[in-house]
């Protein structure tokens, strides 16, 4: 079984899969998808290509990813004890994407452009069998999200394309969340039965506290005037 660190890798995986399909749905058979920073060198004799770049990876600052995962779970000791821990839910990570196109004319990159806004807008999430690999949640109720970023400064933009050498061009930016598996457990005990604790109150007084009695821990020991301690 393939490790949960994998998610990342195979995030992208799932997303350049999305891709060819629908390439090689509209007539283009032979496009080459690159997973790295669009350089040169990269790109060279690779025409049409289009560049899938994770360029940033951060906290899910969006609250995207579903809450509420953390679980219990049993497991037998190396004794042979059969106990219960609690499983820290997992860590939701945002990868965000810049996706460029390239070929032979302007009016293909924008062709093969088109493409894929329209793939990755209209299908709005991925589940089940479209998604890559065996890192991806498989207990739970998971899709992985796909949204559109809005656009970067100009001033950023300049500056992303000649770190790379290469003029400011059009390019589409998406994002995603997904879920990093803790391994963190804690151990943990049922409760079984509550019993609560009485102070005697009226001319008595004092401050000895009382027990409900056994097998009825709800019902107050005898006296006029009692009340529950919080």
Same mark, same amino acid.
């Given at each position: ?93 945002? #990868? *965000? ?8 004319? %302007?009016? @293909?990159?924008?062709?093969? $452009?088109?493409? +894929? ?8 999430? #991925? *589940? ?8 991806? %949640?498989? @207990?739970?109720?998971?899709? $992985?999200?796909? +949204? ?8 950023? #933009? ?73």
């Amino acid at each position: 079984m393939t490790a949960q660190h994998h998610i990342i890798k195979e995030t992208t995986d799932t997303l350049v899969d999305l891709l060819e399909n629908t390439y090689k749905d509209n007539g283009y058979k032979r496009v080459h998808i690159i997973v790295e920073a669009p350089k040169p060198d990269a790109i060279e004799g690779k025409l049409p290509a289009v560049c899938m770049y994770l360029y940033q990876i951060g906290p899910d600052w969006e609250g995207v990813g579903i809450k509420g995962w953390e679980d219990t779970l049993r497991y037998r000791t190396p004794e042979g004890k059969v106990v219960e821990v609690f499983q820290k839910g997992p860590n939701w990570v945002r #990868l *965000d994407y810049l996706i460029s196109t390239w070929a032979q004319t %302007p009016e @293909d990159e924008q062709l093969l $452009l088109g493409l +894929s806004i329209k793939a990755l807008t209209e299908i709005k999430s #991925l *589940d089940g069998d479209a998604l890559k690999g065996e890192s991806f %949640p498989k @207990d739970q109720d998971f899709y $992985l999200p796909i +949204s559109m970023t809005g656009r970067l400064e100009e001033g950023t #933009l300049a500056r992303f394309w000649s770190s790379l050498n290469q003029p400011i061009r059009p390019a589409l930016q998406i994002w995603t969340v997904v879920p990093i598996m803790s391994d963190v457990v804690y151990p943990f005990k049922r409760v079984e039965e509550r019993v609560i604790g009485y102070t005697r109150l009226g001319d008595k007084g004092g401050h000895e506290v009382e027990l409900g009695p056994e097998g009825t821990p709800d019902v107050p020991p005898p006296g006029t005037f009692v009340k529950r301690i919080k």
